[in-house]
């Protein structure tokens, strides 16, 4: 067997000298200690593996040497086996609690003895592994984390790369592990407005995480090109459909705030209902999940159908994830849907529901272990939202890009009923770098030329109707009618770009197959900006540089000179 390093600390020469032939014999190196005080030096310059000692020592006593010398070992298991001819189940026990592992009692039996000492060495031996690996799993742990830092990192420049920041929106994420397995995306639509989606993917932790890059990513992408909700959800509902397994998905509540005409579109399928709070506080309406998940059904069969709740300036909107519905306390009682509506209707001023909610959820759960993510916002309607200016880019001397070109686009009926082409212009624009500066101006440009030609020329739809909440409604019945039934009609898109690579001008021409209007009285009148229609003529009046109707109205000509002052602002 392998040779072990004994220290036998005895006052008692005799006693000592016979002790320690006996462990030599055995085959162990012998290192001997006089008194207590003798012993932790010979610990100390030793480091042996097992520790005799005896009891009754003059000067410093086997008791208290025991204690400095396990204080020295630290994390070390060092066996210490007290050498005593006490009987008392008192004495031995005092013993056992300075830190002794066991006892011996004189005379020495010396099968026993060996036994002991190589009893003790496995656990010595057992105990170094375990250190190891404690080591060992500390260290990978430590990768770990560093990894999921930077993946956290590169998860939260994704999917936070929007407006969560905006001063209409509060919202508190909670997740249970470091990666969250609920979602939150706002982002600014180039022609004004916010898109807003909170999902809640199967699971938690980094594998429920994973979907919400490729989900963020398409938000991002496409709203800031300019695409509508629902074009954005039939993408994302399609990416995560190809590259969630089977059984994972994600619920999720997805709002298109528009400010210009005080409406919100919302699209629920699979979260808890959610509540609409009118500004006085007085009035909720419930939000319904009407949809399955996104990530469940297949490209032709997923709906997109969403449902249109007229937001007047002040109006709140309330989405959770179910963590706060399935939030428990001690005694496992879910919090509820029954109890935050309670919580709603009960707050002094809707102001405060926000706060209500997190102190109602904490003060229920009571310390309870969290064991799902848990998401609330609040977003508030507000004119804030209804432009937002896009920031100069860099110049770099002469850019790379298209410079000198035309192109023509024409629509037809059955393209019009389905397709919006605004994203599509507003993509093409963006290949030439020097208009990137102003991508949300010509946005706006594009989609009220549009809209004025599809809906006012081929529809033959009056503004007139807009000038309260319901006549919006009602405006947007009729267009809904009309584009269901129509059968004939066209849009044309002619783009003309000149420019040298620092600065050049867009010409944009739309025109429609509709009877035109009366463009000569929308020059010489200005709108007022608390209607709701007639603001689109003296808005383009901001943007372009010359605005030339021409026939009878259904054909407009604009042009638009880059770099703008306000680009470079």
Same mark, same amino acid.
């Given at each position: 067997?392998?040779?072990?390093? !004994?220290?036998?600390?005895?006052?008692?020469?005799?006693?000592?000298?016979?002790?320690?032939?006996?462990?030599?014999?055995?085959?162990?190196?012998? =290192?001997?200690?006089?008194? #207590? /005080?003798?012993?932790?030096?010979?610990?100390?310059?030793?480091?042996?593996?097992?520790?005799?000692?005896?009891?009754?020592?003059?000067?410093?006593?086997?008791?208290?040497?025991?204690?400095?010398?396990?204080?020295?070992?630290?994390?070390? /298991?060092?066996?210490?086996? /007290?050498?005593?001819?006490?009987?008392?189940?008192?004495?031995?026990?005092?013993?056992?609690?300075?830190?002794?592992?066991?006892?011996?009692?004189?005379?020495?039996?010396? =099968?026993?003895?060996?036994?002991?000492?190589?009893?003790?060495?496995?656990?010595?031996?057992?105990?170094?592994?375990?250190?190891?690996?404690?080591?060992?799993?500390?260290?990978?742990?430590?990768?770990?984390?560093?990894?999921?830092?930077?993946?956290?990192?590169?998860?939260?420049?994704?999917?936070?790369? #929007?407006?969560?920041?905006?001063?209409?929106?509060?919202?508190?994420?909670?997740?249970?592990?470091?990666?969250?397995?609920?979602?939150?995306?706002?982002?600014?639509?180039?022609?004004?407005?916010?898109?807003?989606?909170?999902?809640?993917?199967?699971?938690?932790?980094?594998?429920?995480?994973?979907?919400?890059?490729?989900?963020?990513?398409?938000?991002? #992408?496409?709203?800031?090109? #300019?695409?509508?909700?629902?074009?954005?959800?039939?993408?994302?509902?399609?990416?995560?459909?190809?590259?969630?397994?089977?059984?994972?998905? *994600? *619920?999720?509540?997805? &709002?298109?705030?528009?400010?210009?005409?005080?409406?919100?579109?919302?699209?629920?399928?699979?979260?808890?209902? *959610?509540?609409?709070?009118?500004?006085?506080?007085?009035?909720?309406?419930?939000?319904?999940?009407?949809?399955?998940?996104?990530?469940?059904?297949?490209?032709?069969?997923?709906?997109?159908?969403?449902?249109?709740?007229?937001?007047?300036?002040?109006?709140?909107?309330?989405?959770?994830?179910?963590?706060?519905?399935?939030?428990?306390?001690?005694?496992?009682?879910?919090?509820?849907?029954?109890?935050?509506?309670?919580?709603?209707?009960?707050?002094?001023?809707?102001?405060?529901?926000?706060?209500?909610?997190?102190?109602?959820?904490?003060?229920?759960?009571?310390?309870?272990?969290?064991?799902?993510?848990?998401?609330?916002? @609040?977003?508030?309607?507000?004119?804030?939202?209804?432009?937002?200016?896009?920031?100069?880019?860099?110049?770099?001397?002469?850019? &790379?890009?298209?410079?000198?070109?035309?192109?023509?686009?024409?629509? @037809?009926?059955?393209?019009?009923?389905?397709?919006?082409?605004?994203?599509?212009?507003?993509?093409?624009?963006?290949?030439?770098?020097?208009?990137?500066?102003?991508?949300?101006?010509?946005?706006?440009?594009?989609?009220?030329?549009?809209?004025?030609? /599809?809906?006012?020329?081929?529809?033959?739809?009056?503004?007139?109707?807009?000038?309260?909440?319901?006549?919006?409604?009602?405006?947007?019945?009729?267009?809904?009618?009309?584009?269901?039934?129509?059968?004939?009609?066209?849009?044309?898109?002619?783009?003309?770009?000149?420019?040298?690579?620092?600065?050049?001008?867009?010409?944009?021409? !739309?025109?429609?197959?509709?009877?035109?209007?009366?463009?000569?009285?929308?020059?010489?009148?200005?709108?007022?900006?608390?209607?709701?229609?007639?603001?689109?003529?003296?808005?383009?009046?901001?943007?372009?540089?010359?605005?030339?109707?021409?026939?009878?109205?259904?054909? !407009?000509?604009?042009?638009?000179?880059?770099?703008?002052?306000?680009?470079?602002?």
């Amino acid at each position: 067997m392998a040779a072990y390093k !004994v220290l036998i600390a005895d006052d008692n020469s005799v006693d000592r000298k016979v002790l320690s032939r006996v462990v030599r014999n055995q085959g162990n190196d012998v =290192i001997e200690a006089t008194n #207590g /005080f003798e012993a932790v030096d010979l610990f100390k310059e030793h480091r042996p593996d097992i520790v005799l000692m005896d009891v009754m020592m003059p000067g410093l006593n086997g008791k208290e040497a025991t204690r400095q010398i396990k204080k020295i070992a630290d994390e070390d /298991f060092i066996p210490v086996i /007290f050498l005593t001819s006490l009987s008392d189940a008192q004495s031995l026990a005092d013993c056992l609690d300075s830190g002794g592992d066991d006892f011996l009692t004189k005379p020495y039996n010396h =099968i026993v003895l060996q036994a002991k000492i190589d009893s003790y060495h496995r656990m010595s031996e057992m105990h170094r592994t375990l250190l190891h690996q404690r080591d060992e799993i500390a260290r990978v742990n430590k990768h770990m984390l560093q990894e999921q830092r930077v993946a956290k990192a590169v998860y939260d420049n994704v999917a936070h790369a #929007g407006c969560l920041d905006a001063s209409n929106i509060r919202y508190e994420l909670s997740p249970l592990a470091v990666f969250n397995g609920d979602v939150l995306l706002a982002a600014r639509k180039p022609g004004g407005g916010m898109h807003v989606l909170l999902g809640d993917f199967t699971g938690h932790g980094l594998p429920a995480a994973i979907g919400a890059m490729p989900m963020a990513d398409i938000f991002y #992408g496409m709203t800031a090109k #300019g695409f509508g909700l629902r074009e954005v959800l039939r993408e994302v509902n399609q990416k995560l459909k190809s590259v969630l397994p089977v059984g994972f998905f *994600c *619920c999720a509540a997805a &709002v298109d705030m528009a400010p210009d005409r005080q409406a919100a579109s919302v699209w629920m399928g699979g979260v808890p209902d *959610c509540y609409l709070l009118r500004k006085d506080g007085q009035m909720i309406e419930t939000l319904s999940s009407r949809h399955l998940p996104l990530g469940v059904m297949s490209a032709d069969k997923f709906n997109d159908q969403m449902t249109e709740f007229s937001m007047a300036m002040g109006d709140r909107l309330f989405l959770w994830s179910d963590g706060i519905i399935e939030a428990r306390n001690d005694y496992g009682d879910m919090f509820g849907q029954e109890r935050l509506l309670n919580v709603v209707r009960d707050s002094a001023h809707a102001n405060h529901v926000f706060d209500d909610i997190q102190r109602a959820v904490d003060e229920f759960v009571d310390g309870t272990e969290q064991d799902d993510d848990t998401t609330l916002i @609040e977003v508030i309607m507000t004119d804030m939202l209804e432009r937002e200016e896009s920031g100069a880019v860099t110049k770099t001397g002469n850019t &790379v890009g298209p410079r000198d070109w035309s192109m023509d686009y024409c629509l @037809e009926a059955s393209t019009l009923q389905n397709f919006n082409p605004v994203p599509l212009m507003n993509h093409i624009m963006m290949e030439v770098p020097g208009l990137r500066a102003i991508g949300g101006q010509l946005y706006t440009v594009v989609a009220e030329l549009f809209s004025n030609a /599809f809906e006012h020329g081929v529809l033959g739809l009056s503004s007139s109707l807009k000038q309260s909440p319901d006549g919006f409604m009602a405006y947007y019945q009729q267009r809904e009618a009309r584009v269901a039934a129509l059968s004939e009609g066209f849009v044309r898109f002619r783009m003309d770009h000149t420019g040298d690579g620092d600065s050049g001008v867009l010409t944009l021409t !739309v025109s429609d197959s509709g009877e035109g209007f009366d463009y000569a009285g929308a020059y010489t009148s200005d709108a007022n900006q608390n209607d709701y229609s007639g603001r689109g003529i003296p808005l383009l009046r901001t943007i372009c540089d010359t605005i030339e109707y021409r026939g009878k109205g259904n054909e !407009v000509v604009v042009t638009i000179p880059w770099p703008m002052e306000q680009a470079d602002a």
